[in-house]
């Protein structure tokens, strides 16, 4: 069968993706395995479509905005199915309930999203009995299956997952021991931790990990080390792991790889012609609106080339040095603008972004930034910022 643009995945990227593609004229096949919308409809709190729709509401209202518009669009056909191969050459074979068929795509948008680690990727002793939680697997059942998990748990992990579930559980009467972090600073924004944190008393234990996991037949206590050799011993019957989430980009081997791995151009297109990858299926954004945004990029812009509108574009190189751990995306396209977002190794209370040339002088920065690593920093840079190569620095301002 053909298509135009073939996207894989339907979260927050893909809904996107396919939206923007079918708005350029495109013929769009849409593959998902599960329900649409991904994760999102696990979330019943209301943080998501401020930058999107301009007001809050809860993920599975955010889903609900895209699915009805994406049933106004006769171009989108959706598939409920998996993608079993995936060729250099867009050749996709997928098996749905229609059985196996194969896709002819002539553009291919990559937005099937992440997958969270589990207690099996930690350094974690001990007999690994049931009680042993991801985020996402504890939010599904408190959310959508309507279930009581727990009354005592402990959380691994103070980023955006493991905070709402620190957050979630409490409010379902589980008492939240304490969420421990292994580096010396959290993952989180401090506004975050407040209201997920401080206003419930869950201590919070930086320089922490769990070493050890004990129980038989269910989870009975784990054994906290701490920063200098300190044990600590914490009963509970639950451990909910949010120790953050594995893109899915490594399995698209076939794609040209840059110096790092992946890498985009401010269209989201990879090194492979015609291969366009967004969301978390490239790296864990924060916030599902800014994961949308880059789907309808990457979608708009795999239309384009589908239909032969643009097909190569010169390109200027960003390259992260000092404090900056990494950005996306890495090439800017010449003669346009394009928000950047930077990640750095460090916190950095007030920050000061700076792009500079070759020679060390400064483009555009940005001061006064509060920068953590967990969290993205997203600077918008003119065409005119960009006519050469730059180099990203993040240091503290003096």
Known sequence: MQTDVLVIGGGAAGLAAAIAAAEKGANVT???????????????????????????MTGREYVRRFTDKLSLYPRIRVVKGVVTALGA???????????CRVYKAKAVVLASGSRERTVGMLDVGGTHPAGIMTAGAALKAMNVDGRRIGTRAVVIGSGE??????????????????????????????????????????????????SEIRGDVRVREVVILR?????????????????????????????????????TDSHCMTCSAGFFICGNALHVRSGADNVSEEGR????????????????????????TGNVSALWP?????????????????????ACLAFKDGTGKTVMRKEKLTMIPGDETRIYLDAEDVTQNLYVVAEENL
Request: overall charge neutral; charged content about 25%.
């Open 297 to 320: 990029i990457a979608g708009g812009y795999a239309a384009e080339y589908a239909l032969k509108r643009r097909i190569a574009e010169k390109a200027y190189w960003l390259t992260p």
């Open 227 to 263: 920063s200098g050799g300190e044990e600590q011993t914490v009963r509970c019957d639950l451990v909910v792991v949010a120790a953050g989430r594995m893109p899915l980009s490594a399995l698209y081997g076939f794609i040209k790889p840059g110096a790092k791995g992946i890498e």
């Open 330 to 350: 890495q090439r800017i396209v010449a003669g346009e603008g394009a928000t950047v977002a930077v990640r750095v190794n460090r916190p950095i209370r007030s």
């Open 30 to 56: 849409l593959v998902e395995s599960g329900t649409l919308g991904g994760t999102l409809v696990r979330r019943i709190d209301d943080s998501f479509g401020k930058q999107i729709f301009g007001e809050v």
């Open 89 to 99: 050459d867009k050749t996709a074979e997928i098996v749905s309930t229609d059985g």
């Open 161 to 210: 997952s493991g905070l709402t579930a620190a957050r979630r559980l409490t409010l379902e009467g589980v008492k939240v021991e304490c969420v421990t972090e292994r580096m010396p600073y959290s993952a989180c924004t401090p506004d975050m931790k407040v209201y997920c944190l401080d206003d419930y008393r869950i201590p919070l234990l930086l320089s922490a990990e769990v």
